[in-house]
């Protein structure tokens, strides 16, 4: 590894230009980026080890958040310290937010003209395809026992019945903390990860048990910015439990969008490159223009700056408790089941006949047997709703 003192401003300039470059044309999600990153920073440009790489990877697993974006956070520190850590996610979220909002704009121009909505009737199918993937793909590496599997279905009961989002995540977590700790010899000394756990579950005790469904709010900025807020402080698993949580707050409490308008952001955020956190950039653009898109951009990506230097100091001893590792493999089949039921609210509105239904079903075979590039699907369903909306409307 090259090591460069921080202080020199070329590590600096060197973490700029990488990571603003990457965020302008890094498609296709978390997985591709982090594999991107680790081609071009470990193979060809040598800033880390492999081993470096690996451990960095290891703590962005630990803490909430955008994993991609908190690798280029911690690389960006590594490489060029404090200022290379604030330029490091600043560059990496600043393209997808600046081409979020150009298209959030032309969106709320254009968004009544039915060529529009002939647009997003291809699409939302397709995102509904990519959202399986994205569920196959977790549900593979995180129901690992019949137990985890069993927590699964736990927390999808729990989703149904309308619990809070937060306690739906803790309580699979808090479950596999006391079903290992359970497991261990009575004779071995507590290591002290089980108190230090237990407070989470106390703490979500002013959360309400159960959502408050249909209860219209008039838009705020100030309730935006502490909703996005929350969700980079508590997102484990995929990135696409954002939309479980966009889903029950925005949707179903505060009514603030629909599930068709919801499905649009969140193609969006697939379709453009860089993180998918960028959803909330073009949710904030829709409710209030500009100066929304700014404050939910700042709110979601926030924790991602600070949650990294607060929790990195203790994540050697974490990765070492297998209470630790219990609980996240709690979060995990949580965040499945969230993913889940979500998939499952919003793709009857995505699915509405057999031409959005068939296009859904090929486009997760094309997804999970041929690992086809999402964006082209993207594409291709665009293509399909225009040229419905063609035939319909005639020459």
């Known amino acids: 590894m090259n090591s460069t003192p921080f202080n020199k401003m070329g590590n600096v300039f060197e973490v700029a230009e990488f990571f603003l470059r990457l965020g302008a044309t890094a498609f296709g999600g978390p997985a591709v980026h982090i594999t991107l990153m680790e081609e071009e920073l470990v193979v060809r440009r040598g800033w880390l080890s492999r081993s ?57 121009a254009m968004g009544k003209q039915p060529l529009v909505d002939g647009l997003f009737y291809g699409i939302k199918p397709v995102i509904i395809a990519v959202m399986v993937q994205a569920i196959w793909n977790l549900g593979r590496a995180a129901v690992k026992s019949w ?20 306690l739906v ?8 903390v006391a079903f290992r700790a359970a497991a261990r010899a009575a004779a071995q000394p507590p290591d002290g990860t089980a108190a230090g ?9 002013g959360f309400r048990l159960l959502s408050t469904a249909g209860t219209l709010a008039p838009f705020s900025v100030w309730p935006m910015f502490l909703f996005f807020l929350k969700v980079g402080v508590v ?32 193609a969006i955020g697939q379709f453009t490159p860089g993180p998918l956190f960028a959803t909330a950039t073009f949710i904030g653009y829709t409710l209030g223009g500009p100066q ?6 700042v709110a979601i ?42 998939t499952w609210q919003l793709g ?46 005639g020459p």
Do not use: K
């Open 348 to 393: 009857g509105t995505a699915m509405v006949d057999w031409l959005t239904i068939s296009l859904a079903v090929a486009s997760v075979v094309w997804l999970l047997f041929y690992r086809v590039n999402s964006t082209w699907l993207i594409l291709g369903g665009a293509a399909v709703g225009l040229a419905r909306f063609v035939l319909s409307n």
């Open 292 to 297: 929304a898109a700014l404050v939910a951009t």
């Open 147 to 166: 137990f985890l599997a069993i927590l699964c279905a736990v927390a999808v009961a729990l989703d149904c019945l309308g619990v809070n989002l937060l």
């Open 301 to 342: 990506f926030l924790p991602a700056f600070v949650l990294p230097a607060i929790i990195g100091p203790f994540v050697p001893r974490l990765r070492q408790s297998r209470l630790v590792g219990g609980f996240l493999d709690g979060v995990s089949v949580a965040s499945l089941a969230l993913m889940a039921v979500v």
């Open 169 to 176: 995540l803790l309580i699979p977590g808090m479950f596999m």
């Open 52 to 108: 470096e790489f690996l451990d960095i990877q290891d703590t962005v697993n630990l803490i909430p958040g955008p994993n991609s974006t908190e690798m280029a956070i911690l690389i960006g520190y590594r490489r060029a310290g404090w200022l290379g850590l604030l330029l490091g996610g600043v560059c990496f979220i600043l393209p997808a937010a600046l081409i979020v909002s150009v298209i959030a704009w032309a969106y709320v």
């Open 235 to 266: 997102m484990f698993g995929s990135s696409y439990v954002l939309v479980a949580f966009l889903h029950a707050d925005l949707v179903e409490h505060r009514q603030w969008l629909t599930a068709g308008q919801l499905l649009n952001a969140v």
């Open 197 to 205: 756990l237990t407070p989470l579950l106390g703490a979500t005790s």
